[in-house]
């Protein structure tokens, strides 16, 4: 498996990334099996929204990267810039794993790649909302316990952050993604 830099060219192979990786996840979600099998009439808005982030100021061309196998993207991953009060800090997401190459290391691999370069460049905490059950094992705990909370409350629950080498016990506050998470 090759870790890239996503390329000028790559977006509609991410599109498909995430149309895959998130029909699947709305499917189980609804109970409508029937829904893998077939052409999903709506794309998941995790399409869109890596979209209209990467026509963002926050967008990070640094930050955003794929996984290729024989030539074929099969994985996307982005941080994107992101705010605590005055403090500049990242969020993750969305991250995509095309179903036909799930649970294979694929998305452990994005995970570790993307936070070892956000480390390097010395981003201080990454964000995000997701399972409780993937996560941590990234170092991601949940924000409430740095002080750093969602400025989306009903986000607060699945909300994690991880600190990184430059983290700043002051980083404390709201937490505000990119403009684009609040348009879907
Ligand atoms: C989540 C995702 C990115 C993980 O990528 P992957 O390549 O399948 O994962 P890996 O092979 O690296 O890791 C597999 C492990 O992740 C776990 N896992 C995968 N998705 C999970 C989820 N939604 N919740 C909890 N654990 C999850 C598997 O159970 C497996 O655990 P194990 O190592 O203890 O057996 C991928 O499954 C995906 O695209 N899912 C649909 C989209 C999605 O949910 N994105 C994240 C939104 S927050």
Same mark, same amino acid.
């Given at each position: 498996? !090759?870790?890239?830099?996503?390329?000028t060219?790559? /977006?509609?192979?991410?599109? /498909?990334?995430?149309?895959?990786?998130?029909?699947?996840?709305?499917?189980?979600?609804t109970?409508?099996? @029937?829904?893998?099998?077939?052409?999903?009439?709506?794309?998941p =808005?995790?399409?869109?929204?890596?979209?209209l982030?990467?026509?963002?100021?926050?967008?990070?061309?640094?930050?955003?990267?794929?996984?290729?196998?024989?030539d074929?993207?099969?994985?996307?991953?982005?941080?994107?810039?992101?705010?605590?009060?005055?403090?500049?800090?990242?969020?993750?997401? =969305? %991250?995509?794993?095309?179903?036909?190459?799930?649970?294979?290391?694929?998305?452990?691999?994005?995970?570790?790649?993307?936070?070892?370069?956000?480390?390097a460049?010395?981003? #201080?905490v990454? +964000?995000l $909302? +997701?399972? $409780? +059950?993937?996560?941590?094992?990234? +170092?991601? !705990?949940?924000?409430?316990?740095?002080? %750093?909370?969602?400025?989306?409350?009903?986000?607060? @629950?699945h909300?994690?952050?991880? /600190?990184? @080498?430059?983290?700043? #016990?002051? %980083?404390?506050?709201?937490?505000r993604?990119?403009e684009?998470?609040?348009?879907?």
């Open positions: 498996m !090759l870790i890239r830099r996503e390329r060219g790559d /977006a509609a192979a991410i599109d /498909a990334v995430h149309r895959s990786a998130f029909a699947a996840t709305y499917a189980s979600a109970g409508n099996a @029937s829904a893998t099998a077939v052409h999903t009439p709506v794309d =808005p995790e399409v869109a929204l890596v979209r982030l990467r026509e963002d100021s926050a967008w990070m061309p640094t930050l955003s990267m794929v996984v290729e196998q024989h074929d993207v099969v994985g996307h991953v982005c941080l994107t810039r992101a705010a605590v009060g005055p403090f500049p800090v990242l969020s993750l997401g =969305p %991250i995509g794993v095309r179903t036909d190459h799930q649970a294979g290391g694929v998305g452990s691999a994005l995970m570790h790649a993307v936070l070892g370069a956000a480390d460049l010395d981003e #201080p990454v +964000g $909302l +997701g399972s $409780l +059950g993937y996560y941590p094992r990234f +170092g991601f !705990l949940p924000g409430v316990r740095l002080g %750093i909370t969602p400025d989306e409350p009903e986000w607060t @629950s909300f994690q952050v991880r /600190a990184l @080498s430059a983290y700043d #016990p002051e %980083i404390t506050g709201d937490f993604y990119a684009p998470f609040y348009e879907l």
